[in-house]
């Protein structure tokens, strides 16, 4: 995993001295079908939007805490980064989007019969938040909605 | 960063040895990148409960 060494100094203080959210119950859900049959969801903390399309994710004093849906066939190298962190280097990032959204892997893993099928939508939204209690109420719940309605059987979650 | 993830206790998670924002390895290396989506894909099938946290084990 990244390490704290990677960090600048003031994140290193500020995330140390950080009230993480724990979940004390930690649930649990087996998949319904082989995992070859399965329908997989992607998500990601990047930040990331279709420019033109979606409403982008402002900036670290403006923070937007809603989510974007992507289209799973949006290619990746028409997504935009709205990740406001500074935290680290988007330079990798910006060379291949499948870093944080790696939907053209996930195709291939359908292809191989790996993975069933790719879910319709991938969701999208900005990880650096000084709110994450207001995106827990306001936003996590449609995220939710929106894969069940997609009938997702597993959903895989890449932090950015 | 593995202290996070030990506190958040998440279901299912994959420890990586990439730095940030690079949680899937390196740029262009689609063969490292199902590598590591085929390594958490497979912690669906590992037995609970959780929270699990695997480390992953690069090719």
Known sequence: ?160 | MRSVAVTLRAPRMLAVPFPFGRALGAPGDADGQRHVLRALLSMLDAPGPGPLLHDYVPR
């Open chain 1, 1 to 160: 995993m990244a390490s704290w060494d990677e960090l600048p100094l003031k994140y290193r203080i500020s995330i140390r001295a950080y009230r993480w959210r724990t979940i004390a119950d930690t649930p649990w859900a087996t998949l319904r079908v082989p995992l070859g049959r399965a329908r997989v969801a992607l998500v990601t903390s990047a930040g990331l939007y279709r420019p033109g399309v979606d409403a982008d994710f402002g900036t670290r004093e403006g923070e937007v805490i809603s989510a974007r849906y992507l289209p799973s066939d949006t290619p990746v190298t028409a997504l935009a980064i709205g990740q406001t962190s500074d935290a680290f280097d988007r330079a990798d990032l910006l060379k291949d989007k499948n870093l944080a959204l790696p939907l053209d892997r996930l195709y291939e893993l359908a292809a191989d019969g790996t993975i069933g099928e790719v879910a319709p939508r991938a969701v999208s939204f900005n990880g650096s938040m000084v709110a994450p209690g207001r995106f827990l109420k306001e936003t996590a719940p449609g995220i939710v909605d929106a894969l069940l309605a997609d009938e997702v059987d597993a959903a895989l979650f890449v932090p950015v």
